[in-house]
């Protein structure tokens, strides 16, 4: 009996320096660039195209058509969706731009865009565009405050 730990598509294209912890697969035709990191059991579908520089925690699902930028953080177990009909025979992707951060256990709305540099709080659900730096919270998600604030809470937070 052969063990599979990873299945990483002969179509896909890594950059340099990236690391995929065990049992992760990475479809067709998906691009990933240099120094991305990605986490034990993540799923990432065919036609995804990842940034530089950016982390995919364990558990994260990444559907087909996502497009996510640099400097991304994706926190454990994650949910892009792709289908805001199920069970729909179109398709749209995700859009997360440069420096995004989204917390644990957020799940994203099909066709929805986050902007450059906000923050989805953990658990949170995100229903609509996230404009660029800002924080969404809540079910569903809601702008409570910009990512200056974040920044300076978690400044504090890790001075403490």
């Known amino acids: 009996m052969k063990m599979v730990t990873n299945f990483i598509s002969e179509k896909a294209k890594l950059g340099k320096d990236v690391r995929i912890w065990h049992f992760a697969y990475v479809g067709d035709n998906t691009e990933i660039g240099d120094n991305v990191k990605i986490g034990s059991l993540a799923h990432i579908d065919y036609n995804v195209k990842i940034g530089e520089n950016t982390m995919i925690e364990g558990l994260v699902y990444i559907p087909p058509l996502s497009r996510i930028g640099k400097n991304v953080f994706i926190g454990?177990?994650?949910?892009?969706?792709?289908?805001?009909?199920?069970?729909?025979?179109?398709?749209?992707?995700?859009?997360?731009?440069?420096?995004?951060?989204?917390?644990?256990?957020?799940?994203?709305?099909?066709?929805?865009?986050?902007?450059?540099?906000?923050?989805?709080?953990?658990?949170?659900?995100?229903?609509?565009?996230?404009?660029?730096?800002c924080v969404a919270v809540g079910v569903p998600a809601k702008v409570k405050y910009s990512r200056e604030e974040y920044d300076k809470k978690k400044k504090n937070w890790e001075d403490s």
Do not use: H, Q
């Not at 289908?83 to 992707?93: F, L, Q, R, T, V």
């Not at 865009?113 to 995100?126: E, F, L, Q, T, W």
């Open 76 to 133: 454990p177990a994650a949910t892009l969706t792709n289908d805001p009909y199920p069970a729909s025979k179109k398709m749209i992707g995700v859009i997360i731009e440069d420096g995004v951060v989204i917390g644990s256990r957020a799940v994203i709305k099909a066709g929805v865009r986050i902007g450059k540099n906000s923050v989805i709080a953990m658990g949170a659900v995100v229903t609509r565009d996230i404009p660029e730096n």
